[in-house]
């Protein structure tokens, strides 16, 4: 079994930036890909960003060149770095592992971008 928790979300003002933490534990096995995603206020949840053990990363569009995704492998522990952030990055946001025969999903950690 596989757990997963997300933290570090928060109140940010535009412009701003937020690390989310996402930290895994139970039987994962050493390849895995770590992935967050997000639920604004009335919108269905999207793919933000992702990154396999071995380092390889994915971005949406939405996020490219604004925020950072990183993994210690170590901990099993996943970090999503956002800067420049706008009103329309809050949401809640998840985060999600999966691996060979197993996913899991944490309950989410709020982001609210506002002046």
């Known amino acids: 079994q596989v757990q997963v928790v997300e933290s570090g979300g928060g109140l940010v003002q535009p412009g701003g930036s937020l690390r989310l933490s996402c930290a895994a534990s139970g039987s994962i096995f050493s390849f895995n890909v770590m992935e967050w995603y997000r639920q604004g206020p009335g919108k269905e949840r999207e793919f933000v960003a992702g990154i396999t053990s071995g380092g390889r990363t994915i971005y949406a569009d939405s996020v490219k060149g604004r925020s950072t995704v990183s993994r210690d492998n170590a901990k099993n522990t996943a970090y999503l770095q956002m800067d420049s952030l706008k009103p329309e990055d809050t949401a809640v946001y998840y985060c999600?592992?999966?691996?060979?025969?197993?996913?899991?999903w944490g309950h989410g950690t709020p982001v609210t971008v506002s002046s």
């Open positions: 999600k592992i999966v691996g060979t025969g197993y996913a899991a």
